[in-house]
């Protein structure tokens, strides 16, 4: 093979109570990556798309080109490999910008090379490009991007990330404001201690989302979608953050939080047709206060990265 | 009705990683309560068995008294009631002892009474009378006495408590010292404040844990079974906990802990088979060490409060 074109999806995280263990992929947006073998050693980026300029092209300080040099190392491969890189989501928008890049590099090395790896084993080197964007190799977006589906980290050390069956029929509805939070300061902005007695309520509420999701519950998941911890530091942050909120729970959404360090604010629906509610609702208030601003309305994405196209 | 006997059995709680959200009934050991209807107005307890003199005969004292007593006034009901409370398991053990007593009460008194609530609405003056033996009205081992089953409180506001489907040959074993912890002093030496990292790392588990009881994963339940929170504080309470715990492990324990506040201490194993022998080896410790105790081996109670005997 001569070149891969993979597709790899956005992912919500967090999403509520499951502050770093709970991550779902998106059908969109995503990120594209073609990579080509070459004859010069090492791995160079030759193109970059859709960042409107921001992203750097040196192979060590952009997540594609770190993830691939990584997967190269550790296959102990000498082949010389070009990148190029369709941006196909905003930066820093709480949607797993990083780490979709990231994964459909590694895929597509991976792929390019023949799968020498299982998909899964790919996961450590796109976490530890989550290293370089936010100071902390978590593997919430990372895992959802590139397994699919609805995703519990259920420990990092040893990692143990496991696919949670969910019903066919939810649906996220996502709004960005056009504005970037800095995931390494919206981390630096949590309180190293939480009180044992709002950590109980949060553990009441993780278990039972778990509950609801595995079940089919859609009013247990509602009343799950509380998070008494990350949401309060991290609201003001987020532009109209609880008006956004209280229009989607308004508006068919069965719960709604930040997606990650935001801007990204997800409902979680049951059905389309909520879906399209809570996101025209959301994206309402935005167009009231004149922020630009995309939503997003997409299932879970249960198959994770694609190839688009390939090259013999 | 003239009289009825009831039932309610003894529940493990917290069951590792879920403080003061898990909990699950076992089919012994558990407290019997007799109530008989007499003129005399007000609640009388005529008759205390197996305490070794330690409860009081006083109603607002003892906790199948206050029960009795709450639903009462909450019916309106001026029907004098007599009580006789066999205790058929140790008090200050960790198993809801108090909560055994206050269930099989509010069962008989209400089976007495021709059942004016459903099961379900009691739970609130089991959880009242918690208030008298710890300070506050936890709810774990209250409804697994009460609903039997694996319990899980999702939230105290509102209060919100279900019951987890789990695999049918889940068994506990459970060995008790003949020592006695104050529920009260246990749980002021929590501290007010925890870790958000370490909360991160128990809602991993809790969250594992309730994936893996629903999808009968023996494996990842144990896995989950890791409390870095409570346990780390509370076991140096327990006689030789870590020992008897490392038995457990070693010895067809999926995991173990400390039940409540202890002593008790509990594995959860995969049949009765390995129940049997993860209980002779943590009760082995003890028998080394010249400790008196007690070892109960348990499949979970699916249905709660037994009517074990009325008189019409």
């Given amino acids: 093979m001569k070149e891969v074109k993979v597709f790899a999806p956005a992912s ?83 949607l797993g910008s990083s780490a979709a890049s990231a994964v459909a590099a590694l895929t597509a090395v991976n792929h390019l090379l023949g799968s020498p790896l299982p998909r899964r084993e790919l996961l450590p080197f796109a976490m530890e490009t989550e290293i370089f964007v936010s100071g902390w190799g978590h ?98 942050l987020i532009p109209h953050f609880y008006d956004v909120k209280s229009a989607a729970l308004k508006n068919g959404g069965l719960g709604c939080s930040i997606s990650g360090s935001g801007p990204s604010i997800f409902a979680m629906c049951k059905g389309e047709k909520n879906a399209r509610s809570a996101g025209q609702a959301m994206g309402g208030i935005y167009d009231k206060a004149g922020l630009e601003h995309d939503v997003y309305l997409s299932q879970i994405n249960k198959n994770g990265p694609e190839i688009l196209n390939e090259v013999l």
Same sequence: chains 1, 2.
């Fill in 12 to 94: 919500a995280v967090n999403l509520s109570c499951g502050f770093d263990i709970f991550g779902c992929a998106l059908k969109f947006p995503g990120d594209e990556v073609l990579v080509r073998r070459t004859d010069q050693a090492g791995v160079r980026i030759i193109k970059i798309e859709g960042d409107g300029g921001r992203l750097s092209y040196d192979t060590d300080e952009n997540t594609a080109g770190i993830a691939a040099s990584l997967l190269l190392n550790h296959l102990q491969s000498e082949q010389g490999i070009e990148i190029e890189l369709y941006k196909k989501m905003p930066l820093g928008s709480g």
């Fill in 139 to 236: 593997a919430d977006n990372a895992a959802a991007s590139l397994l699919g589906g609805f995703i519990l980290v259920r420990s990092y050390e040893p990692l143990d990330v496991l696919q949670l069956s969910v019903p066919d029929d939810l649906y996220f509805a996502v709004v960005r404001a056009h504005a970037e939070i800095n995931t390494k300061k919206a981390r630096e902005i949590l309180k190293p201690d939480v009180e044992l007695k709002k950590a109980v309520v949060q553990w009441g509420n993780i278990a039972g989302m778990v509950t609801g999701l595995l079940n089919s519950d859609y009013d247990l998941i509602s009343r799950s979608m509380n998070d008494v911890i990350v949401e309060p530091v991290r609201a003001p």
